[in-house]
């Protein structure tokens, strides 16, 4: 029989987990790594899958354990969200366009560049806005860049002003980030950088492209995790919800 201290800390364990999400996002190459969602989504444990440049029409209902819950439709490199089913509840989503860049003109890959979900997370009792990005390549300049993720974030904040948000992605800036993250803190968000660089198809372009940002949560890591036949390697995002005590010691100082 376990005494009062194991108790207890086995508890702190069920509890850190309830209040952990774990999100994944991955540039499949133009529906290219399709095959790979199920394996992913399996090893990394995920909660939720973030994906960019996908067939909308070729995506299978469920990968490893986690259900489709919103693709973009008029994409020719779209955008999907997958989650547990076990544990979230779609409360609304919303699918957007950005401002276009040149090449959005002239070849239209993508009509729509953020997927928006608004979830009730029934382990931990919380809500929480997940979104799918995809900013324009790097033929489009940083400026523009800047502007569809300041957007991006304002969308993300129009489903809810109050739930923790996460936006994870493709955000094609592997440079220059110093500017791009006061940026985006001035938008009230984190700016979070994985482990490793996650671009592999030119050496002289390798940097983070793929990162996530957030609000009102926790980012505990970002890892960048192995390759597959992509030319984006997958990131795992680990978050936290901030505790229920933190929040209430918030409001009585605020209060005071």
Known sequence: ??????????????????????????????????????????????????????????????????????????????????????????????????????????????????????????????????????ASPLTATNSLRRKQIEAAHQFVRDLSSEAPAIMVGDFNYPWFQTNLRRKIESHGFALSLSDQPTYLRYRKFTGHFDFATSVGLHIAGVETLPAGISDHRPILVRAHYEEPAAAAGTDEASAA
């Open 1 to 134: 029989m376990p005494v009062p201290d194991q108790q207890s800390s086995v508890q702190d364990d069920a509890d850190t987990e309830s209040r952990t999400i774990r999100v994944v996002s991955y540039n499949l190459r133009e529906h290219t790594a399709n095959g790979e969602l199920a394996a992913l989504a399996e090893a990394s444990d995920a909660d939720v899958l973030c994906v960019q440049e996908c067939d909308s029409n070729d995506l299978a209902t469920s990968v490893g354990g986690l259900t489709l819950a919103a693709s973009t439709k008029t994409n020719r490199l779209g955008l999907a969200i997958y989650k547990r089913d076990d544990r979230f509840q779609v409360k609304d989503f919303s699918i957007h366009s950005l401002q276009k860049s040149l090449h959005d003109r002239v070849l239209a890959p993508a009509h729509e560049r953020l997927i928006a979900m608004h979830l009730h997370d029934e382990h931990a009792g919380n809500d929480v806005i997940v979104a799918s990005f995809h």
